[in-house]
């Protein structure tokens, strides 16, 4: 079980857009609609941003959007606002009833 | 609202083993629909699942962490636990209680626990 590969950084100015990727296998991100995403700020626990590959839970803004293809999953954030400056981790069901995480993205809004 | 809540010792010596417990308040850990987990992070590192239990006691453990870990429930007390043993430096982390079913929707708010003699 290896952790899922997400890029270490990625930035963009206020009111742009970004994306963060997040690589599997076949075994994970590939093979179930079961990827979920998680911000987390300093010091912070992680907080749901996106799961079931697309479903934003209530409360999350509509500036996140969810997106996969193949054993890449993608989460993309428009309209950056300086809130959103924080790490972010993909997680997938790996089949066994387990998980898997990425190594996280720092965004960092410009 | 359902919260989490984790205890047990901030430091442990290397070669002993880890205990901490997760305390379930405001709804009961032995609803069908969800696992409840360990997750940990190194200081300035990533997430890492640790494993989860099932209200039944069915238990599902990360391969790397397989031979150390033990998770077990108490539905008496709400409670679940987690034990890593033989802990080196390594394992210094944040640890993180969570309930989970296809993603994690509530966590604990963490416990630094550092190894070192």
């Known amino acids: 079980q290896s952790a899922l590969t997400q890029p270490r950084s990625v930035s963009g100015s206020p009111g742009q857009s970004v994306t963060i990727s997040c690589t599997g296998t076949?075994?994970?991100?590939?093979?179930?609609?079961?990827v979920s995403w998680y911000q987390q700020h300093p010091g912070k626990a992680p907080k749901l941003m996106i799961y079931?590959?697309?479903k934003r839970p209530s409360g999350v803004p509509d500036r996140f959007s969810g997106s996969k293809s193949g054993n890449t999953a993608s989460l993309t954030i428009s309209g950056l606002q300086a809130e959103d400056e924080a790490d972010y981790y993909c997680?997938?069901?790996?089949?066994?009833?387990?998980?898997?995480f990425g190594g996280g993205t720092k965004l960092t809004v410009l | 609202q359902l919260q989490l809540q984790e205890s047990g010792p901030g430091l442990v010596k290397p070669s002993e083993t880890l205990s901490l417990t997760c305390t379930v308040s405001?709804?009961?850990?032995?609803?069908?629909?969800?696992?409840w987990g360990w997750i940990r992070q190194p200081p300035g590192k990533g997430l890492e699942w640790i494993g989860s239990?099932?209200?039944?006691?069915?238990?599902y453990y990360n391969p790397s962490l397989k031979s150390r870990v033990t998770i077990s429930v108490d539905t008496s007390k709400n409670q679940f636990s987690l034990k890593l043993s033989s802990v080196t430096a390594a394992d210094t982390a944040v640890y993180y209680c969570?309930?989970?079913?296809?993603?994690?929707?509530?966590w604990g708010q963490g416990t630094t626990v550092t190894v070192s003699s």
């Open positions: 239990i099932y209200y039944s006691g069915s238990t």
């Open positions: 079931d590959v697309s």
């Open positions: 969570a309930r989970r079913s296809r993603f994690v929707d509530v």
């Open positions: 405001g709804g009961s850990i032995s609803s069908s629909s969800y696992y």
């Open positions: 997680c997938s069901y790996a089949g066994s009833f387990d998980v898997v």
């Open positions: 076949s075994s994970d991100v590939g093979g179930y609609n079961y």
